[in-house]
């Protein structure tokens, strides 16, 4: 188990800045997920904890030691790749004990440790096995296995369910979460797939082009987004946007918040608008709803009452409404310019 | 069903001349398959024998005893030998900081590894033979090895395929804690082995057959290959005796269709290989 500092690190890549002075901390035994979009520097940050690709300057502390002059087969983590990254002229037994067999563990405790993982991960049928007669979810688990055999202090994952179809990623996901808690080792897992940041995280580190956008629980980050970055990139579709004047000020609120009706209702927000789309996605149906101001919102409603070219009204309750100042921060509840904001909005009720 | 018959007609074609050319390079060969196994008068009539009457295999006893036939062979495998295994030793460190290695000067350092690729033997022999004589090394096998240590083409072959080997199966490996040359080991040369027979072959093929390099660096027996001793044979005495020289031929070839038959499983794969993602 371990913590991991970053302590004003940059790095550069061909003469360009990829990340500047960026100070995190990432606690010990914590899931935390890296996410962002993709070239937001979350990868990179990854591989700097591992060592592959070292930070310009500043330094990576791993339970407060600096590990900048450690190699990386010697930092005790140990790294999921995304295409697996599994060597293929060796058997999944030879795979999984390579690390053990470079860090001259004798042979009768390899086989054990081999084994016991195998259970662990239900790979022991296909030990003897080339990883190219595997399927998709065997790479993975014998990738998973090849890091979990050396017990590191730190598992380091780069979008390790990507390549994963849809069904056996959802099932990933909860056996990383199990696994999480069963080692209680540290996890650092970068995705681009907030639906993996949220189910999985304690923390989720936001990031967008090599900046650090909020760092806070799953349920933190949803409800109260530090900036609009935040709010659009975490939950789907994404929170609805528009501007509250033309000082760049807006405001939102998520596809989920709004109330629907064939009727005006008494909300603090209320817009007219009609149907553009509609996708029934069996629990759920979104719309996409294009208001009279020519502002397209998404709603997302449990029932499938509406139907396209529908004429209807938009509501959303007071507390489902977010601010964006000039700077694109959210205004908090506590600030000065709430109120102002929460008239102004009363005052651009559509409809 | 006239397209039918069309198409038979371009098969029937194909068929006649890949047979065309087949004849062509074999034809040679049963030649020099049959002429080793003729007496000396059958050698001489015409139309040629094609059949001997009676196959002399004592042909290729003669042959042998022609000249020091066996230093020949053990020179020829020696210096083949040799040859193949110092330039697999530099070669596949060189081809894998080429590939994989980020290095001041990476560029131009292969560029002139590509340049001396295109320098023929021929340029550079009596500057190479010189520079041997120096040395005193004129009476050794190593003139006929040191110029060849160092192998451009498979450099150049080898790095193309280390290329394609994913980065992070490479990065996998160090975070597993290997170091560069169990790297190399375990994983760049097995998961290279199709263009490494490749390289293999194309050396031995080159070197075991090689002429001119061996005529110009050796003066006595004692270091010649059996290129040069198959040559000898024909003045040994005065009318050729080409029944003996053939014979003499067919053991040369026999190594490299030896080492063909041994590499081709896996020259075959170098066309097919992909690896897994």
Excluded at chain 1, 32 to 48: D, I, Y
Excluded at chain 1, 56 to 63: A, F, K, M, Q, Y
Excluded at chain 1, 160 to 171: T, Y
Excluded at chain 1, 333 to 343: G, K, N
Aim: charged fraction near 20%; hydrophobic fraction near 45%.
């Amino acid at each position: 188990m371990a913590s991991i500092e970053f302590v004003k690190v940059s790095k550069w890549f061909d003469r360009q800045p990829v990340i500047q002075n960026l100070d995190l901390t990432i606690e010990d035994g914590k899931f935390t997920v890296l996410v962002g979009p993709s070239g937001c520097g979350k990868t990179t940050l990854l591989r700097m904890i591992a060592g592959i690709d070292p930070q310009t300057s500043g330094s990576v502390l791993i339970n407060g030691q600096d590990v900048t002059r450690i190699a990386p087969g010697k930092r005790g983590v140990a790294m999921v790749f995304q295409n697996y990254a599994i060597y293929p002229t060796m058997s999944v037994r030879e795979n999984i004990e390579f690390g053990l067999v470079n860090n001259k563990v004798p042979k009768a405790e390899r086989t054990r440790l081999v084994e016991t993982i195998g259970e662990t991960v239900g790979l022991n049928d296909y030990l003897d096995r080339r990883p190219s007669t595997l399927s998709g979810g065997q790479r993975q688990r014998v990738a998973l296995a090849r890091a979990m055999v050396k017990n590191p202090l730190v598992f380091l994952m780069d979008e390790p369910l990507s390549n994963l179809d849809a069904k056996l990623r959802v099932q990933m996901r909860i056996e990383l979460i199990e696994l999480h808690k069963k080692l209680g080792t540290t996890f650092v897992y970068v995705t681009h797939d907030q639906v993996e940041a949220m189910s999985m995280a304690d923390t989720i580190v936001l990031m967008n082009q090599g900046v650090i956008q909020q760092e806070a629980p799953p349920e933190v980050v949803y409800r109260k987004p530090s900036n609009r970055f935040a709010a659009q990139f975490i939950g789907v579709p994404p929170m609805n946007i528009a501007p509250l004047g033309n000082d760049n000020t807006t405001f939102g609120f998520r596809p989920e918040s709004v109330v629907v009706g064939t009727e005006p209702g008494s909300f603090h927000y209320t817009a007219k608008g009609e149907i553009i789309t509609r996708e029934m996605l069996g629990a759920e149906t979104i719309y996409q709803v294009k208001t009279t101001e020519g502002q397209a919102f998404m709603v997302k409603c449990l029932e499938d009452e509406f139907h396209v070219d529908q004429e209807v009204y938009l509501g959303v309750p007071a507390d489902k409404l977010f601010f964006f100042g000039a700077d694109e921060k959210r205004v908090e509840e506590q600030d000065a310019r709430y109120r102002e904001f929460m008239e102004r909005l009363r005052g651009l009720a559509h409809g | 069903m006239k397209t039918f018959e069309l198409k038979t007609v371009w098969i029937l074609l194909g068929y006649v001349l890949k047979a065309a050319v087949l004849m062509i390079f074999i034809f040679p060969f049963l030649w020099m398959i049959s002429t080793s196994l003729q007496t000396f008068r059958e050698t001489m009539t015409f139309p040629p024998t094609w059949i001997p009457a009676s196959p002399q295999w004592g042909n290729f006893m003669e042959a042998m005893n022609a000249g020091p036939f066996l230093t020949y062979f053990k020179n020829s495998v020696v210096v083949t030998g040799s040859i193949i295994v110092l330039q697999f030793l530099i070669m596949i460190p060189a081809a894998y900081a080429f590939a994989k290695y980020k290095f001041p000067g990476k560029t131009l350092l292969f560029g002139m590894i590509l340049l001396a690729f295109m320098i023929p033997g021929q340029v550079t022999f009596i500057p190479v033979y010189l520079m041997m004589a120096d040395w005193g090394l004129v009476k050794t096998l190593l003139p006929q090895i040191i110029p060849f240590i160092s192998n451009a083409f498979g450099i150049f072959l080898l790095r193309q395929y280390f290329m394609q080997i994913p980065e992070e199966i490479i990065e996998a490996a160090r975070l597993d804690n290997a170091n560069e040359f169990k790297i190399m080991r375990k994983i760049m040369i097995p998961m290279s082995k199709p263009a490494l027979a490749t390289i293999a072959l194309f050396s031995f093929v080159s070197h075991w057959n090689d002429y001119f390099w061996p005529l110009v660096m050796t003066d006595s027996a004692a270091v010649r290959p059996l290129t040069l001793g198959i040559a000898m044979l024909r003045e040994t005495e005065g009318i050729s005796n080409w029944h003996i020289i053939m014979a003499g031929n067919v053991i040369l070839v026999v190594p490299i269709l030896l080492v063909y038959l041994f590499c081709s499983k896996h020259i075959v794969k170098a066309f097919v290989y992909s690896g897994i993602k």
